[in-house]
């Protein structure tokens, strides 16, 4: 079982919709949780961040984080063409020295005018 | 406040070569992460200065190795490059070395092995 899954997708969202991304993990006792949109050839960029249990709000952007169950999910109201990327999920495991990052392979989301 | 940079964009080198590539972290920022992304991927830590210690190490060969300086600006070197080493290099820094501290990406230097 992989540490981190995500639906590759991709995720085709039209324009004004609600896109939903899920990823779950393994890793029962991890605690901080990240999402990070990807445009192609270009570095991931941090979007969205929680660490509790429920939703974090951020604009248009909604991360929710169910621990019990093990996953995390990203909502992105009034999609936009300028939404259409691959967004990574990632954690920080439990335990390890400092924060390195484990990431998902990423959902790819077209959002469709 | 400056970003995370890194140097050089572009870099197309031979098997058995060596490389170096170079990162400057962001403002106020005293740890480094390293993560290697293949095509389609989702990025691989390869591991972590705090100060000038490495703070972490992911899957990744002894022939990668890296160091930080004071600083706090770091290095990743590859040695006796392999065809799989041909990916994207992520540099990324965060404020410190806590597990709930968000890490901030550069541009990356991608590299080609021929």
């Known amino acids: 079982q992989k540490e981190v899954e995500q639906n590759s997708g991709p995720l085709s969202v039209p324009e004004g919709a609600i896109a939903s991304l899920n990823c779950t993990y393994s890793?029962?006792?991890?605690?901080?949780f990240f999402w990070y949109r990807q445009y192609s050839g270009k570095s991931p960029e941090l979007i969205m961040f929680?660490?509790?249990?429920g939703d974090k709000e951020d604009g248009r952007f909604t991360a929710q984080l169910n621990k019990a169950s093990q996953y995390v999910s990203l909502l992105i109201r009034d999609s936009q063409p300028s939404d259409s990327a691959t967004y990574l999920c990632?954690?920080?495991?439990?335990?390890?020295?400092?924060?390195?990052?484990?990431f998902g392979g990423g959902t790819r989301v077209l959002v469709k005018p | 406040e400056t970003g995370v940079t890194q140097s050089p964009t572009h870099l197309i080198k031979t098997r058995g070569q060596q490389v170096t590539l170079r990162c400057s972290s962001q403002?106020?920022?005293?740890?480094v992460s390293w993560y290697q992304q293949a095509l389609g991927q989702g990025p691989q830590f390869i591991f972590q200065?705090?100060?000038?210690?490495?703070?972490g190490r992911g899957n990744f060969p002894p022939r990668f190795s890296g160091l930080q300086f004071p600083n706090y600006s770091s290095e990743l070197n590859v040695n006796a490059l392999e065809l799989d080493d041909s990916a994207l290099y992520l540099c990324?820094?965060?404020?410190?070395?806590?597990?709930?501290?968000?890490?901030?990406f550069g541009d990356g230097t991608r590299l080609s092995i021929l």
């Open positions: 990324a820094s965060s404020l410190d070395g806590q597990g709930y501290q968000p890490q901030h």
């Open positions: 890793d029962r006792g991890s605690q901080s």
């Open positions: 929680i660490y509790s249990n």
């Open positions: 990632a954690f920080s495991p439990p335990g390890a020295a400092g924060n390195k990052l484990t």
């Open positions: 403002s106020g920022h005293n740890t």
């Open positions: 200065y705090y100060r000038e210690e490495e703070n």
